[in-house]
T-cell receptor, first 112, second 114 residues
Framework: RKEVEQDPGPFNVPEGATVAFNCTYSNSASQSFFWYRQDCRKEPKLLMSVYSSGNEDGRFTAQLNRASQYISLLIRDSKLSDSATYLCVVNNYGGSQGNLIFGKGTKLSVKP | DAGVTQSPTHLIKTRGQQVTLRCSPISGHKSVSWYQQVLGQGPQFIFQYYEKEERGRGNFPDRFSARQFPNYSSELNVNALLLGDSALYLC?????????????FGPGTRLLVL
């Protein structure tokens, strides 16, 4: 089983749609969680951190369920500029190391 | 302030050759991590350095090595290149190595091995 698994996608949605991405992680000791966005042929950029209490940033809402080892990202009122690959990321900080573990990514295409 | 910078941006090598990739972290950041991203996959962890010491190593062969310099910049070396080493190599910097620390990525070096 992969450490971080995401919806395979791609997601093709019209402008204004609401879209939800799901992600599960296998290590119950994982400590911090993120969503990164990656545009075609560009580097990943932090979209938002994910907290147990849930957090919102404008049209974006992230949720974490530690009991189910499940992370979600909700995008409301999709814009053309939201088209990108969304990467679910887990940080299993331990000892002296804190590397990121990425899911495969889910591609989103928002159409006019 | 400048973000993470990497050089070169693109590189073409042949099998068996050696390559050195370079990374300069954000000013004030003391940790550098290296990741490999092959087409269609998420980035995969290679190395993490903090204060010039190796803090972590991913599941990569010994052909891969790295180091961090006193100014916190870093180099990734890959020897005896294989076709499968063709990928985007990403460098990420962070202030420190701790839970919840955000890592910021550079634009990457795109390596093609022929």
């Amino acid at each position: 089983r992969k450490e971080v698994e995401q919806d395979p996608g791609p997601f093709n949605v019209p402008e204004g749609a609401t879209v939800a991405f799901n992600c599960t992680y296998s290590n119950s000791a994982s400590q911090s969680f993120f969503w990164y966005r990656q545009d075609c042929r560009k580097e990943p950029k932090l979209l938002m951190s994910v907290y147990s209490s849930g957090n919102e940033d404008g049209r974006f809402t992230a949720q974490l369920n530690r009991a189910s080892q499940y992370i979600s990202l909700l995008i409301r009122d999709s814009k053309l500029s939201d088209s990108a690959t969304y990467l679910c990321v887990v940080n299993n900080y331990g000892g002296s190391q804190g590397n990121l573990i990425f899911g495969k990514g889910t591609k989103l295409s928002v159409k006019p | 302030d400048a973000g993470v910078t990497q050089s070169p941006t693109h590189l073409i090598k042949t099998r068996g050759q050696q390559v050195t990739l370079r990374c300069s972290p954000i000013s004030g950041h003391k940790s550098v991590s290296w990741y490999q991203q092959v087409l269609g996959q998420g980035p995969q962890f290679i190395f993490q350095y903090y204060e010039k010491e190796e803090r972590g190593r991913g599941n990569f062969p010994d052909r891969f090595s790295a180091r961090q310099f006193p100014n916190y910049s870093s180099e990734l070396n890959v020897n005896a290149l294989l076709l499968g080493d063709s990928a985007l190599y990403l460098c990420a910097s962070s202030l420190a190595v701790k839970s919840g620390e955000t890592q910021y990525f550079g634009p990457g070096t795109r390596l093609l091995v022929l």
